[in-house]
């Protein structure tokens, strides 16, 4: 497709379990963005990947959340031993680099009940 | 602290007229500020991109405005429509040169209610 692909749409999860959320950039775009957005809140920054650069991971919350970008492309964001504040919708972005504009997924809503 | 504040936090209009809504910023150092349209449910879309030098963009009845001096952007819709009811969410871009890397950070968005 065109455009930013992120799996699956909706995501209900029992609390402790392990999920992994997927993201299929723009082809070409060398920067990919994770972000998540809970209920009424502003999108909060996760991890940053540009290239083969070392990500910059400041913004993942805690050491159950990892990302990795395979090949440069497709990258997945795994939170192990959900927990319910995990709850939220998760975006991704990349831009054709760290200058340009960034174009968004539809997101992945995660529910941990 | 890079920063991104945004007011009003919502706001509602009668449909045709028009509004602005503000964003100020302390990001640093400046690469670009955006301003994007999220609807309910949906990932945000980009409206416009705004380097350092450029002071207004317009992309149909949206015309932004950037002051890098102040570090203040304004986002003026005009003769507003009911699909104009969205979150408006300003971006700043962080980035230096000599660096590989990059930062968006984000305004905790306008709400945008147009009322017929």
């Known amino acids: 497709g065109a455009g930013v692909s992120q799996s699956p749409s909706n995501k209900v999860t029992e609390k402790g379990k392990d999920v992994e959320l997927r993201c299929d950039p723009i082809?070409?775009?060398?920067?990919l963005y994770w972000y998540r957005q809970s209920l009424g809140q502003g999108l909060e920054f996760l991890i940053y990947?540009?290239?083969?650069?070392?990500?910059?991971k400041s913004g993942l919350p805690s050491d159950r959340f990892s990302a990795e970008r395979t090949g440069g492309s497709v990258s997945t964001l795994t939170i192990q031993r959900t927990q319910q504040e995990d709850s939220a919708v998760y975006l991704c972005?990349?831009?054709?680099?760290?200058?340009?504009?960034?174009?968004f997924g539809q997101g992945t809503r995660l529910t941990v009940v | 602290k890079n920063q991104v504040e945004q007011s009003p936090q919502s706001l509602i209009i009668l449909e045709g007229k028009n509004c602005t809504l503000q964003?100020?910023?302390?990001?640093?150092?400046?690469?670009?500020l955006r301003w994007y349209k999220q609807d309910t449910g949906r990932g945000p879309v980009s409206l416009t991109i705004?380097?350092?030098?450029?002071n207004t963009k317009s992309n149909g009845r949206y015309t932004a405005t950037l002051d890098a001096d102040t570090k203040q952007s304004s986002l003026h819709i005009t003769a507003s429509q009911l699909s104009d009811s969205a979150s408006y969410i300003c971006?700043?871009?962080?980035?230096?040169?000599?660096?590989?890397?990059?930062?968006?950070?984000f305004g905790r968005g306008t709400q945008l209610t147009v009322w017929p």
């Open positions: 971006v700043v871009s962080a980035v230096s040169r000599g660096s590989t890397l990059g930062r968006l950070y």
């Open positions: 972005a990349s831009s054709l680099d760290k200058y340009t504009e960034a174009f």
């Open positions: 082809s070409g775009h060398t920067a």
């Open positions: 990947f540009q290239g083969n650069s070392a990500p910059d």
């Open positions: 964003c100020n910023y302390t990001v640093s150092p400046f690469s670009n």
């Open positions: 705004m380097t350092f030098s450029e």
